[in-house]
């Protein structure tokens, strides 16, 4: 789709934004994580979470030209959400399995799980993945509302309904199996971000389909995180039984169904840790203080994650900065990478990992996602 002169005022990083998005959604409505690196040639639920979210947004203000009665925005992430029903309701029979076998107490088969990324035509990738990660369709539960809520979809289709129940069912059911977390590692632990995406999820499912029943799985979720999801020092933790905080916590804030609200003291303290251990001078956010992939650099998706957060507590000179330095890591053409390698944590694993895949991913629709995202923040927030 060409991106015209229709915004004039936009910047041309927004607009740039706009276009790496729309042209690398795939015919059936998945979007490729990045169109150059090989083991991302796929669309995930997560990463297109928040591209859906950010579209739904840039859609009120943004209007790209489409068709009469849609914008380009908005129609893109119908597909999206079009196809992640879809292959959630091919796998329904796999995931009540899933929910009998929890309900009887019996191990987790990983075959009957939701994958955390498929194929457009909605196969598998290679079974080395590290697939079993249970924040995604949350996230997709969460993103769908906001799509929803733009978008005033009404009455709701009824294979999104089937999609949501689903999804519901099956996160009560297994939220408190160890899983892989929103950066694919640590496949044996309970990650806290995960389970906040969860519970947004779960909150974003009861707004859209007000029968089903989430409130004693979420007062389950949030009553565990209070009791074994802390630091010491009184921070979300990283994992269960970590001192480790990780960027991801920023999931803890997401707004509307979030677990927290921005400027909970316990969001707060959080935060001024993340900032204390993983903001790279110059404003760039590191994962984890573990971090190893590339060599462990900081992510532009998380600065602008950072600064999404700091426009909801009405911080916007520390976004704007955030935003900058963001800003001054798009390429020649406009393209934002997945992260940047001017600081590392461990730079003699840089090269290691360039040789396994290639070079950064770049760009990475799921950093202009989060461009966008704080473009609306930042024209929107009151204060
Ligand atoms: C990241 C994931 C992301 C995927 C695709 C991985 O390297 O850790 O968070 O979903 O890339 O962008």
């Known amino acids: 789709m060409e991106i015209n002169a229709q915004s004039r005022t936009l910047s041309r990083l927004h607009l740039h934004s706009q276009q790496v998005i729309l042209d690398n959604q795939q015919p059936g409505g998945g979007y490729l994580a990045c169109p150059v690196m090989p083991d991302y040639q796929f669309s995930w639920f997560r990463d297109g979470a928040f591209i859906a979210y950010a579209l739904a947004l840039d859609g009120l203000h943004n209007m790209v030209p489409h068709r009469v009665g849609m914008s380009g925005q908005w129609d893109s992430a119908l597909k999206f959400h079009q196809w992640s029903a879809r292959i959630i309701n091919e796998r329904a029979a796999a995931l009540e399995r899933t929910i009998q076998r929890a309900a009887l107490d019996q191990p987790l088969v990983l075959t009957d799980t939701l994958n955390a990324r498929y194929n457009d035509e909605g196969t598998v990738g290679p079974s080395d993945w590290p697939e079993f990660q249970l924040d995604g369709p949350g996230l997709w539960v969460w993103s769908l509302a906001k799509y929803v809520e733009v978008a005033r979809i009404h009455p709701l289709p009824v294979a999104w309904m089937n999609a949501i129940d689903i999804v519901v069912r099956y996160l009560a059911a297994v939220w408190q199996t160890p899983c892989y977390d929103c950066w694919e590692e640590r496949g044996d632990a309970i990650h806290i971000s995960t389970l906040a995406a969860i519970y947004a999820g779960l909150g974003a499912a009861a707004r859209l389909v007000p029968s089903l029943e989430v409130e004693p799985t979420r007062a389950a979720i949030r009553a565990y995180i209070l009791q074994h999801g802390l630091t010491p020092d009184g921070e979300l933790a990283k994992s269960v039984g970590l001192d480790l905080v990780d960027a991801n916590l920023l999931m803890a804030a997401l707004p509307e169904d979030g677990l927290l609200t921005a400027d909970d003291p ?110 609306y923040a930042l024209r929107t927030a009151t204060s």
């Open 266 to 375: 316990l969001m707060r303290r959080t935060v001024a840790r993340i900032e204390r251990d993983l903001l790279a001078e110059g404003y760039g956010v590191h994962r984890h203080v573990e971090d190893t992939y590339y060599g462990g650099g900081p992510w532009v998706l998380l600065g602008l994650w950072l600064a999404w957060y700091k426009t909801q507590v009405g911080d916007r000179a520390t976004a704007r900065k955030l935003v900058a330095w963001a800003e001054a890591h798009a390429d020649a053409e406009g393209n934002l990478p997945e992260q940047i390698n001017d600081v590392m944590f461990d730079p003699t694993r840089y090269e290691g990992w360039v040789k396994l895949r290639g070079e950064i991913a770049n760009p990475l629709l799921w950093t202009h996602a989060e461009y966008l995202i704080v473009q």
